[in-house]
């Protein structure tokens, strides 16, 4: 027999995966996975004692892997896309025209702007990370400025366009799970996403006047990647057709895996028609990731082309992405466990308890979240599960369900990528080549945002309330538009 699990029971498994976490990974270097799975032995026991058998556990981990899964499917073909785009020329074409267009100075405002941009028009975080973040890396790497500050910039300009875009999977969950209506959340977000990109911005120009003072690459090293990505790769105006696909079929609304995978396909086809790279290289490419070696051109040398080059350009492919996924699985596992214990609802219900005021309200919502962010290191979940609990509370307190989605998302969606442990954090590193402690101080807007939540809570400021004859839930509002209807 089941029973509610008591609250030192549902804290005891994330103390101990926090623990292990913060002495394992933190301080002996140890990898997150095993640790994860450790922390799901604990959760197991706690599982046990609650009356929650061996399948009831496996049901929670198939449900959590069930949830998550397109968005595996689409980190694989991010991988694809990767190292397609490398072999046909795009990125490299954008890291060359990059190095001498931009100035050092503005290289961390750029990608934070050019990548809030890409993650606007296509809706998707990961795949503006993957595409023009890497480009822009790779520019920063040329310029001599600081990567972790590029990185984070990066980071922060893709999750600022991720929360704006109608397109984006988390920014058309977080209304469905508070109950309030898409593009009414999107208008709600910009009373803390717009203070928080400005703060960014502001930070990001001081530092560019103060990080690449004596670091830029000198005008020799300059020249030699430059020359170096001009032996390797031939560049045409059809290497833009690529990027064009995926802003074409973002634009209209397409599915997201066939547009990446159609996307992909054509930079493999460019890659033997304009580049002239065998067809087995372009299909090892989309599995192992592009790689010098592959470049077989007369007199060109892959042996002696310098790291720097190397770094920029030896990338994506489906294998680059199996840590993330080994990690998002390891963190089911965890999760899926502790939500059939209800260990998570016994935490957020003793939350509620101390709530009196609407700021105590936000910030319980905020710390709900965060703790969901780094128990589960899963921006879906951080979102669902304190949607689904507080819905409820918002209601009966008069607050429109549009100020709990937006919190939702100020707090679940963009903390994720600063967690090292979770697969956006471990994706964003990997692809970045940078690590996320080192990025996350620079990702500003991923948590100066729910900092902002907080105070508007508490001073009233741009926090909607349901006056009284209005109705109090979505279910209600249908009702009465029926009525009127009749």
Known sequence: ???????????????????????????????????????????GIIALRVGVNWDGMMEGIREKIDTAMPAILILISIGILIGTWMISGTIPMMIYYGLEIINPTFIVVIAFIVSAIISIVTGTSWGSVGTVGVALMGIATGLGASLPATAGAVVAGAYFGDKLSPLSDTTNLAPIAAGSELYEHIKHMLYTTVPAAIISLIVYTIAGFNLTTDSV????????????????????????????????????????????????????????????????????????????????????????????VTRLVNQGGMQSMTGVILIAFSAFIFAGIITKAGALEVIIEALLKIVKRTGDLILSTVLSCITMALVTGNSYLSIIVPGEIYKDTYQKKKLHAKNLSRTLEDSGTVVVPLIPWSSAGVYMAGALGVSTLSYAPWAILCYVGFIIAIILGYTGIGIERISEEEPVNLEENKAVENSKVE
């Open 217 to 308: 690459s000198t005008p020799e090293e300059m020249e030699v990647m430059l020359q170096t990505l001009t032996e390797m790769f031939d560049w045409s105006v059809w290497l833009l057709l690529p990027p064009i696909i995926i802003l074409y079929g973002s634009i209209r609304k397409k599915p997201t895996l066939p547009t990446i995978i159609l996307s992909s396909i054509v930079a493999a086809v460019l890659a033997k028609w304009i580049q002239g790279f065998s067809a087995v290289d372009i299909f090892a490419s989309t599995v192992t990731g592009f790689d010098v070696s592959m470049v077989s051109k007369t007199g060109f040398n892959p042996e002696g082309v310098a790291w720097e």
């Open 1 to 43: 027999m089941k029973r509610k699990p008591t609250l030192l029971e549902a804290f005891f498994p994330i103390v101990m995966m926090l623990l292990l976490l913060a002495i394992g990974y933190g301080v002996y270097g140890f990898s997150p996975e095993p640790l994860l799975i450790l922390a799901s032995l604990f959760a």
